[in-house]
DNA sequence: ACCCAGGCATTGG
DNA sequence: CCAATGCATGGG
């Protein structure tokens, strides 16, 4: 076991809260006040603990993606400095959801494939239809279940993946990424447009697809996913009264949390879900 | 029974 | 370039 340290204050539930808010997610799972997740193909466990989390089995592999998964990469200490000194509607959000490190998605491919079963339904109907593919595709260790790798995905049959309630095309879309010749590590070092053409080169991924993959697996701080139906309508009920905005109006306004769109962003999306 | 939900591609103007 | 349409499920 080892001491993961994360900079204070830090609220694990608070942090944690979007792996629970929609449902259950078989691929993070909790037991005993711990989160189990498969990494590397084995089960690790973290826990809360003094000064930060306990991260189990003791491997310097596992830990450096546990920090991944735990937003470490995020600076919440310049975020926070700079939103008490702007605008006082974050400014306050901010203060009042003290200790929330947004979480990361470690794997590309699960970052990918969840945002394809999010795409227009209801989180909680993602939920449920991610978890079918989970249980179908994946692997169950002790506690929490291996997602299923693009390779098993790649040799299944598309009706197998209906079967848990994907529409046709979006069956299409998974098992076409799985077998395309696209190199998600490959990603990494490019820029954010170049990652957003690249991605939205493949059939079934879209710009919306593209700015969560730079949020949420890339924490690259200037995404902004200005198309988020619930990130347009926290910003119109937060900033403009509840008036309904367009994608583009979202966009520019994105431009005045720079350069901490992304964290923006999940603030917002929380202070909607936690009043 | 309806309608909407953290999109996207396709088709037709 | 923009509008209209189909998609499958879960919850209200």
Not at 60 to 70: F, G, N, Q
Not at 116 to 138: D, W
Not at 255 to 267: D, I, S, V, W
Request: overall charge negative; glycine content about 8%; aromatic content about 10%.
């Amino acid at each position: 076991m080892a001491r993961v340290e994360i900079p204070q204050p830090y609220d694990f539930e608070l942090s944690t809260e979007r792996f629970r808010a929609f449902g259950p997610d078989l691929a993070c799972r909790w037991h005993e006040g711990a989160l189990h997740r498969v990494i590397r193909g084995r089960e690790i466990r973290i826990a809360p603990a003094e000064g930060g989390v306990d991260v189990e089995p003791h491997d310097p592999w596992i830990e450096a993606e546990a920090r991944v998964l735990l937003g470490l990469p995020f600076d919440l200490d310049a975020f926070a400095g700079w939103a008490a000194r702007g605008d006082p509607v974050l400014a306050a959000i901010v203060a009042r959801l003290r200790g929330f490190r947004p979480p990361l998605q470690p794997d590309p491919w699960e970052a990918l494939v969840t945002s394809i079963t999010a795409q227009q339904v209801s989180l909680h109907a993602a939920f449920a239809i991610r978890g079918r593919l989970v249980e179908r595709f994946g692997v169950l260790h002790e506690h929490a279940w291996a997602f299923p790798t693009r390779e098993r995905l790649a040799a299944a049959r598309e009706d197998e993946i209906v079967a848990g309630g994907f529409s046709r095309r979006k069956a299409e879309y998974l098992v076409d990424l799985a077998r395309s010749d696209l190199d998600l590590d490959a990603l990494t070092p490019l820029s954010d447009d170049e990652v957003r053409e690249a991605i939205t080169a493949v059939r079934g991924l879209g710009e919306w697809t593209a700015d969560w993959f730079l949020a949420r697996h890339l924490g690259r701080p200037h995404a902004w996913p200005a198309g988020d139906l619930a990130l347009r309508k926290a910003v119109s009920v937060l900033y403009r009264d509840g008036e309904a905005l367009t994608t583009e109006e979202v966009r520019r306004m994105g431009e005045r949390f720079a350069p901490f769109q992304n964290l923006t962003a999940h603030y917002l999306l929380l202070a909607g879900r936690v009043p």
